[in-house]
């Protein structure tokens, strides 16, 4: 399994980016996918993740500002920034993992992240 992702970079707050992440070596439509970032100093933690078929979850911090989508032809999940915040400064990763219980788990699948900075 490889992940690629890109399409970080530096932006205005209130700006937006959008990233992307292929996928290679796996069955990808019957993955589960998600995006996840790491600031400075803290914890990994999740951004957004869309199982195979039904409805994406974000975080808290994220809803109404980012949309994950995934292209099943082309191997690709892609999360979709906008109205950027300082705040969301961070290296995000996407991730191939699984549902269970209504939740998204992380797999050993990572990507090699993109950095993304908000400037104010």
């Known amino acids: 399994v490889q992940l690629q992702a890109s399409g970080g970079g530096l932006v205005q707050a209130g700006g937006s980016l959008r990233l992307s992440c292929e996928a290679s070596g796996m069955l990808f439509r019957y993955a589960a996918m998600a995006w996840y970032r790491q600031a400075p100093g803290k914890q990994r933690e999740l951004v957004a993740a869309i199982p195979s078929g039904g409805s994406a979850n974000y975080a808290d911090s994220v809803k109404g500002r980012f949309t994950i989508s995934r292209d099943n032809a082309k191997n690709m999940v892609h999360l979709q920034m906008n109205s950027l915040k300082p705040e969301d400064t961070a290296v995000y990763y996407c991730?191939?993992?699984?549902?269970?219980?209504?939740?998204?788990?992380?797999?050993?699948?990572w990507g090699q992240g993109t950095l993304v900075t908000v400037s104010s």
């Open positions: 991730n191939r993992g699984s549902y269970y219980s209504g939740s998204y788990h992380s797999s050993n699948y």
